[in-house]
């Protein structure tokens, strides 16, 4: 693969995967190794990563996420050029439990109150959700960033033992091999 084809191919895999391939923990310790070059602001490599393979934690996760993904779309009237994503979306909070390994990025602290400090606050953790959603394509794995647990990040960080005042989530799923077409 080019550098322009893993630039260009790299999309959210909802529904186009193969949750029983078997994953290489080999590749995921290369991808991470690869995420954590990402630039920081100030260098501070703020990153911590939290693999889940667990199937009673996925399942735990991914009811998290069907709640949220309800909360989201409550009283909302989605326009017929969304109808694709939210299909897209509603399968993966249909099948989430299925993935067989989830990574939660986390990144130190908690989100400030003020703009200019919440854009370097993220600023400092999405390159390397990028760098890892990269190399895990390269690797031929498919990725989707999600964050409708998030509506139970409290209960997420209990269920896994993440200092919840000091600690914040974001999660790219990893799910099983590519088919080779993203997801709208």
């Known amino acids: 693969m ?3 084809d893993l630039l260009t191919t790299t999309r959210a895999f909802r529904r186009r995967l193969d949750p029983t391939a078997p994953i290489s923990y080999r590749d995921i310790q290369d991808c991470l190794d690869i995420a954590v070059h990402a630039p920081s602001g100030s260098n501070r490599q ?3 990563f939290v693999l889940i393979d667990d ?16 909360h989201n ?45 919440l854009a370097s606050f993220y600023a400092s953790i ?14 031929g794995y498919g990725t989707c960033l999600t ?3 998030l509506t139970h990040e409290h209960d997420t960080a209990t269920l896994l033992n993440i200092p919840y005042d ?19």
């Open 73 to 117: 779309l409550s009283g909302r009237t989605p326009r017929p050029d969304q109808l694709r994503d939210l299909d897209s979306a509603r399968h993966l909070a249909d099948h989430l439990h299925t993935i067989p390994l989830l990574i939660l990025v986390c990144t130190h602290g908690r989100p400030p109150a003020t703009a200019a400090h």
């Open 166 to 184: 000091n600690i914040t989530q974001r999660r790219p799923d990893r799910g099983g091999r590519e088919d080779g077409h993203g997801d709208a």
């Open 126 to 139: 999405y390159p390397t959700v990028w760098n890892l959603q990269l190399a895990l394509h390269a690797h």
């Open 55 to 70: 199937p009673h934690t996925r399942h735990t996760i991914a009811d998290y996420y069907r709640q949220g993904f309800a």
């Open 46 to 48: 703020p990153w911590h």
């Open 2 to 4: 080019t550098d322009l």
């Open 147 to 149: 964050t409708a647990h």
